[in-house]
């Protein structure tokens, strides 16, 4: 139990610049790589920020890190990020294996129980939507799309599930 509380000043000051240096720079590094980097997460940025946040703690905490060797991981976790996100924007492929798509769970009022066992939410989730949308039952709802997020989005009036804005979503149940 020695050093419990405290190792040494220089141990101390050693902690203090790498945290504020290394935090600066994963700052400056997200900043400059564009808002999509900091949007809603999707499973991919949520390991992204995941492997940021290990990184972190890492490079300030461990003695046996240097400093450099945490920026490079930063700049190498970001910029894959981006380059993997312009890469999905421009390619269908790309985009399908890093983003899941979007799953009908109610359509015309009626509840689609597949679609939500396998997406593991249940009608009280459905409901929750509902009243949050100032909504009275599943009936007033045309449609509720589980997003790539995670997030529930209710649409109101659905005439087609063939327009453009509706024709990307999982209706495989």
Known sequence: MVNIFFDSWESMLR???????????M??????????????????????????GSTLSAVTLNKNIPLLDGMLVFFLLIYLQYAITYLSVRSETISSFV???????????ILLKSAMKKE???KEEIYAIIRKKGMQSVEDAGAIILE??????????????????????????
């Open 15 to 25: 902690t203090f610049c790498i945290t504020i240096f290394a935090y600066i720079f």
């Open 27 to 52: 700052v400056l590094l997200l900043r400059s790589s564009g808002k999509r980097t900091l949007s809603k997460m999707n499973a991919f940025d949520f390991i992204v920020t995941i492997a940021l």
């Open 99 to 109: 983003k899941s798509t979007p799953t009908l769970l109610v359509y015309k009022g």
């Open 120 to 122: 593991r939410v249940n």
């Open 148 to 173: 790539t997020d995670g997030s529930l989005t209710v649409v109101k009036n659905v005439d087609s599930l063939q327009n453009p804005v509706m024709s990307r979503i999982n209706l495989s149940v």
